[in-house]
């Protein structure tokens, strides 16, 4: 199985700040024959279903803020937030989908400071 | 529009089994594979298997080999996700998924169903 590791647990950012979550995964999810990164971020608000955010560790999906960005490439993977608003307040998840099981990071909660 | 509707919220006994559908509309159901992940209370996303709407074939998550069962019916576009052998630990909102961005099954899951609450308590 392909552990994700996501760091902080939890940040707290001014509005209008940066802020950056870190996601490491136990093995590559790097696929070779297509140069694609198989990971993807999540942001689930409270009540809510995960919505997609980032696939392919940098592709943004339909109707996501520009202000939301994926990075990185094999194992370490970054998504930054550049100028945090108050409806990003929410835990953001990474997930590989490489191989089954398609596992989770714990989570990272942001919160406004 | 692409949507994915689930089932309302069961308490059952421990013990008991539970089965949870997912009702998808506004595209093609055999185009993608459909994933389960559950949310214990204050917890993070924890993937419970996948189906392949096209001919039923499962991978299930090994915790929960034997206990879970994911079918689908193609006549009303619904996939179903039973899962035997009832424990507390399985309280739980239990999401189904369209795996939209991938390949052979795996992908990001760009549709999510509302959630089910499931609790479980004698």
């Known amino acids: 199985d392909i552990v994700m590791t996501q760091s902080p647990d939890s940040l707290a950012v001014s509005l209008g700040e940066r802020a950056t979550i870190n996601c490491k995964s136990s093995?590559?999810?790097?696929?070779?024959?297509?140069?694609?990164?198989?990971l993807a971020w999540y942001q689930q608000k409270p009540g809510q279903p995960p919505k997609l955010l980032i696939y392919?560790?940098?592709t943004r999906a339909s109707g996501v803020p520009d202000r939301f960005s994926g990075s990185g490439s094999g194992t370490d993977f970054t998504l930054t937030i550049s100028s945090l608003q108050a409806e990003d307040v929410a835990v953001y998840y990474c997930q590989q989908y490489y191989s089954s099981p398609q596992m989770f990071g714990q989570g990272t909660k942001v919160e406004i400071k | 529009q692409v949507q994915l509707v689930q089932s309302g919220a069961e308490v059952k006994m421990p013990g008991a089994s539970l089965k949870v559908s997912c009702k998808a509309s506004g595209y093609t159901f055999t185009g993608y594979y459909f994933h389960w992940v559950r949310q214990a209370p204050g917890q993070g996303l924890e993937w419970m298997g996948r189906i392949n709407p096209n001919n039923g074939v499962t991978n299930y998550a090994q915790k929960f080999q034997g206990r879970v069962t994911m079918t689908r019916d193609t006549s009303i576009s619904t996939v179903y996700m039973e899962l035997s052998r009832l424990r507390s630990d399985d309280t739980a909102v239990y999401f189904c998924a369209r795996a939209g961005i991938g390949v052979a099954g795996n992908g990001a899951f760009d549709i999510w169903g509302q959630g089910t609450m499931v609790i479980v308590s004698s």
């Open positions: 093995q590559s999810v790097l696929y070779n024959s297509n140069n694609k990164n198989y």
């Open positions: 392919w560790a940098s």
